[in-house]
């Protein structure tokens, strides 16, 4: 099933195939390693024994600290089929030799639970696209001293700057726990006082 999502990482909408695309998405409009993220950015040649293939990406990740990294979306009964497992091998392979990271992500990663749940509720609590950067990173400045704090004390109080913890979090200001449900006892923290830890799509390529 082919959509559109209304990203704000990216301040437009972003096209995905399947309702698996869309759990990625989810993840990575929440994670704070990621700056930004593309679909089906470009189109490459692999070599497939003595045959030269042509191979899209699902999406192109741009990660904070500048390095990109391509990714396949991939639901593990698919992994199984010899074809698509030869497909991908000579693809790694490939992008292995001109230097470049390449990862498949497969459905037990993208929908483990309760982490692809939390991003879908931050995503659809977060507050419309009309507010600036600029701005919320300015009520961020004024109450980060008073973190960490319960998720409902957050809430409230970034109420009185026409804000909420959600819209920090996608900002990449806030953290949270994401190995729990998120509800009003969730602690909320500042960012750059924690890890990267609290959600890691991938540990093996940094994001």
């Known amino acids: ?25 989810y993840l990575f409009e929440v994670s704070p390693l990621i700056a930004a993220y593309a679909e089906q950015p470009r189109r490459y040649q692999y070599l497939d024994g003595d045959r030269l293939r042509k191979y899209t990406p699902d999406f192109e990740l741009t990660l904070c600290d500048g390095s990109t990294v391509l990714v396949e979306v991939k639901a593990r009964t698919s992994l199984q089929y010899d074809d698509i497992a ?8 490939h992008f292995e030799r001109a230097g470049e990271s390449f990862v ?3 459905d037990e990663q993208l929908r483990a639970e309760p982490r692809q749940a939390n991003a879908r509720v931050l995503c659809r609590s977060a507050r419309s696209q009309s507010s600036s950067s600029d701005w919320i990173r300015s009520v961020h400045g004024r109450i980060k001293h008073l973190f960490p704090m319960p998720y409902q004390e ?7 700057y026409g804000c909420d913890p959600s819209t920090l979090i996608l900002q990449g200001l806030l953290g949270c726990d994401m190995r729990e449900p998120i509800g009003p006892s969730t602690w909320t923290f500042n960012h750059e006082e924690s890890s990267h830890d609290w959600l890691r799509i991938s540990q093996e390529s940094g994001f």
Do not use: Q, T, W, Y
């Open 1 to 25: 099933m082919r959509g559109k999502f209304p990203s704000r990482k990216n301040g437009r909408m972003v096209h995905h195939e399947g309702m698996l695309e869309l759990d990625a998405i």
């Open 86 to 93: 030869h497909k991908l091998r000579c693809v790694s392979a």
């Open 104 to 106: 498949v992500l497969n």
């Open 154 to 160: 957050a809430h409230r109080l970034l109420a009185g």
